[in-house]
């Protein structure tokens, strides 16, 4: 615990003061005392206490006292809170193939419960966006702190056709750019990949991240691989969520899942027919886990599998570790203070409770 004001802490001299001031006063009503002719009768007049009653209102005052000058002081106490321009960005693959069954009721409905808890248990001072991909990707929510937003943005999630990784995290890049001067933007999405900045965390990380969980490949737009390079110029760090069992159940979308192609009979495919990223409807398509365990090494991010319910909670429960921090003092002056007058207020109220004089 440090001070802003240590000098105000000489009022701390107030306690020994008043202690010195209450010993003398008790030392003369002693020798006043003893003038008496008849001890037993003064003791007779006066109403009973027992000693610890007679002491108890100093004691309260004195303690009360050092609290408040402990508040004169602004004491602060020192703790670890998130950077304030710390963004999250979360990625989430809203594809058919997040309809499939294989994860009771779909896999969409368990990633929009999970996604769900882990705005929520996000530290107040975490800026939270949503990008939402399928065949395009769209920020549809951008940095904010107002978790209702995003919660009902989540609640609200519904598919499409396709999947586009890499424009998903080119997208994460530009939604972190919106809230933090040091990330420049990425623009619209490029054809070409960028040039090879060189190790990721060379020059240390932004605090700012990606979080992108997919069930599927890439089959829209820019490569993930190609997108990596912009997110390492920019020194993001895009941690990846493979999603979903080896052997995905038929799918089953809600109305609301299906949203404006709730009258859609082309099937689950990406144009094609077939299912999520692609392929008929025995070729189920699964999490292209290679290249989400390489965009997430060559981003300093890390690469998390969730094929159940338990599995994917779990992994969002450890992400909010991996932002960063910064120590910073707290004040808690209104501490000492409050307690400070409470105890003068209980001093005042025990002297009157137990008075000699009614």
Same mark, same amino acid.
């Given at each position: 615990?440090?001070?802003?004001?240590?000098?105000?802490?000489?009022?701390?001299?107030?306690?020994?003061?008043?202690?010195?001031?209450?010993?003398?006063?008790?030392?003369?009503?002693?020798?006043?005392?003893?003038?008496?002719?008849?001890?037993?009768?003064?003791?007779?007049?006066?109403?009973?206490?027992?000693?610890?009653?007679?002491?108890?209102?100093?004691?309260?005052?004195?303690?009360?006292?050092?609290?408040?000058?402990?508040?004169?002081?602004?004491?602060?106490?020192?703790?670890?809170?998130?950077?304030?321009?710390?963004?999250?960005?979360?990625?989430?693959?809203?594809?058919?193939?997040?309809?499939? #069954? @294989?994860?009771?009721? &779909? /896999?969409?409905?368990?990633?929009?419960? *999970?996604?769900?808890?882990? +705005? $929520?248990?996000?530290?107040?001072?975490?800026?939270?966006?949503?990008?939402?991909?399928?065949?395009?990707?769209?920020?549809?929510?951008?940095?904010?702190?107002?978790?209702?937003?995003?919660?009902?943005?989540?609640?609200?999630?519904?598919?499409?056709?396709?999947?586009?990784?890499?424009?998903?995290?080119?997208?994460?890049?530009?939604?972190?750019?919106?809230?933090?001067?040091?990330?420049?933007?990425?623009?619209?999405?490029?054809?070409?990949?960028?040039?090879?900045?060189?190790?990721?965390?060379?020059?240390?990380?932004?605090?700012?991240?990606?979080?992108?969980? #997919? @069930?599927?490949?890439? &089959? /829209?737009?820019?490569?993930?691989?190609? *997108?990596?390079?912009?997110? +390492? $110029?920019?020194?993001?760090?895009?941690?990846?969520?493979?999603?979903?069992?080896?052997?995905?159940?038929?799918?089953?979308?809600?109305?609301?899942?299906?949203?404006?192609?709730?009258?859609?009979?082309?099937?689950?495919?990406?144009?094609?027919?077939?299912?999520?990223?692609?392929?008929?409807?025995?070729?189920?398509?699964?999490?292209?886990?290679?290249?989400?365990?390489?965009?997430?090494?060559?981003?300093?991010?890390?690469?998390?599998?969730?094929?159940?319910?338990?599995?994917?909670?779990?992994?969002?429960?450890?992400?909010?570790?991996?932002?960063?921090?910064?120590?910073?003092?707290?004040?808690?002056?209104?501490?000492?203070?409050?307690?400070?007058?409470?105890?003068?207020?209980?001093?005042?109220?025990?002297?009157?409770?137990?008075?000699?004089?009614?």
């Amino acid at each position: 615990m440090s001070f802003a004001w240590p000098l105000a802490l000489i009022s701390l001299l107030l306690v020994p003061g008043v202690l010195g001031v209450y010993w003398w006063a008790q030392r003369r009503r002693r020798r006043q005392a003893v003038r008496y002719s008849s001890v037993a009768l003064l003791r007779s007049v006066l109403p009973a206490r027992k000693r610890w009653q007679r002491h108890l209102p100093v004691a309260l005052l004195l303690v009360g006292l050092a609290s408040l000058a402990f508040a004169a002081g602004r004491p602060q106490m020192t703790r670890e809170v998130p950077y304030a321009r710390t963004s999250v960005i979360l990625a989430l693959d809203v594809s058919r193939s997040m309809c499939s #069954t @294989d994860v009771q009721p &779909n /896999r969409l409905a368990v990633a929009q419960e *999970a996604a769900r808890n882990f +705005v $929520e248990k996000q530290p107040k001072g975490v800026r939270m966006g949503l990008v939402v991909f399928s065949g395009f990707a769209e920020l549809t929510v951008p940095p904010t702190t107002d978790r209702k937003t995003l919660d009902e943005a989540i609640k609200a999630l519904t598919t499409g056709h396709g999947t586009a990784i890499g424009s998903a995290m080119l997208k994460g890049l530009d939604a972190i750019a919106e809230s933090n001067p040091a990330v420049s933007p990425v623009g619209d999405s490029p054809d070409a990949p960028a040039a090879n900045p060189g190790k990721p965390g060379a020059n240390g990380f932004v605090p700012d991240i990606v979080v992108l969980l #997919t @069930d599927g490949a890439n &089959n /829209r737009g820019i490569e993930p691989l190609d *997108a990596v390079p912009y997110a +390492v $110029e920019r020194r993001v760090r895009v941690y990846t969520i493979g999603f979903g069992t080896p052997n995905p159940a038929p799918p089953s979308c809600t109305r609301e899942q299906l949203g404006g192609d709730v009258f859609d009979t082309r099937g689950f495919g990406g144009g094609g027919g077939g299912f999520g990223g692609g392929g008929g409807f025995g070729g189920f398509l699964v999490a292209d886990e290679p290249t989400l365990k390489a965009v997430a090494a060559r981003t300093g991010g890390t690469y998390h599998s969730a094929k159940d319910a338990d599995q994917l909670r779990k992994v969002f429960t450890k992400l909010p570790k991996e932002v960063a921090t910064q120590k910073r003092p707290t004040e808690i002056t209104w501490w000492f203070a409050g307690l400070g007058a409470l105890l003068a207020a209980a001093a005042v109220a025990a002297s009157m409770r137990w008075s000699p004089y009614p």
